[in-house]
């Protein structure tokens, strides 16, 4: 069974610019996350879909960040315009449901560095 | 806010060695999980305990959910180089979303 797929990588850019990162879940898997990890701490919740709708996004900076999952499947976060603090590892995950019963699987995340 | 303390944040010992990281809230849990980050990597999930004083053995890992549903530890026995990582505990009231700790960074030298 394939993971979580997020891509790019790796991306640095200037303060100011606009980012997007992608996100492509476990097939089958209803409930997708995006999280935040800066460095030296854990993982946090940045949104949370259930198939196309949103679930949870109380901790997104909405008047930077966005994100959006209309076929239910993959998603895009993006930053615009993106600030020094957003320097960050995001990651994805998706789960076959909601709740601690549900195991939530990880992709690699993206790095991103803004200069 | 809930918040989830994790100690030590950095550990490091030899190979062979016993450890015991801790996780610690002031708030009731439903369940806890405990979950394993290597370098570039996602948080891999170890596992989840969801009742009070229970404890979870997976090989060399020994998992404990405090009384109260507010801690949790996990104790490594005779520790080898392929433990090293960064330890997270996450903690979830029914209807929330997960709260991730800081981890415990954890390096074996052999």
């Known amino acids: 069974e394939a993971g979580v797929a997020q891509s790019p990588r790796y991306k640095i850019i200037e303060k100011r610019q606009s980012v997007a990162f992608w996100c492509n879940p476990i097939s089958g898997h209803a409930t997708l996350y995006w999280y935040q990890q800066i460095l030296g701490q854990g993982p946090k919740l940045l949104i949370q879909f259930q198939n196309n709708g949103v679930v949870d996004d109380s901790q997104l900076p909405k008047d930077r960040f966005s994100a959006e999952r209309l076929k239910g499947v993959d998603s895009t976060l993006k930053i615009q315009p993106a600030k020094l603090e957003d320097s960050a590892v995001y990651l994805c995950?998706?789960?076959?449901?909601?709740?601690?019963?549900?195991?939530?699987?990880f992709g690699p995340g993206t790095r991103l560095t803004v200069l | 806010t809930q918040l989830l303390e994790q100690s030590p944040q950095f550990l490091s010992i030899q190979e062979g060695e016993n450890l015991t990281v801790y996780c610690n809230s002031s708030?009731?849990?439903?369940?806890l999980q405990w979950y394993r980050q290597e370098p570039g990597e996602g948080p891999v999930l170890l596992v989840t305990?969801?009742?009070?004083?229970e404890v979870k053995k997976l090989k060399r890992l020994t998992f404990q959910f405090g009384d109260a549903r507010k801690d949790s530890s996990l104790h490594i026995t005779a520790a080898q180089p392929g433990d090293t990582g960064l330890y997270l505990c996450?903690?979830?009231?029914?209807?929330?979303?997960?709260?991730f700790g800081k981890g415990t960074t954890l390096s074996v030298s052999s």
């Open positions: 305990v969801v009742t009070g004083g």
């Open positions: 995950a998706s789960s076959s449901g909601q709740g601690g019963g549900n195991e939530q699987f």
């Open positions: 708030s009731v849990f439903s369940s």
């Open positions: 996450a903690g979830e009231e029914a209807g929330t979303a997960l709260i």
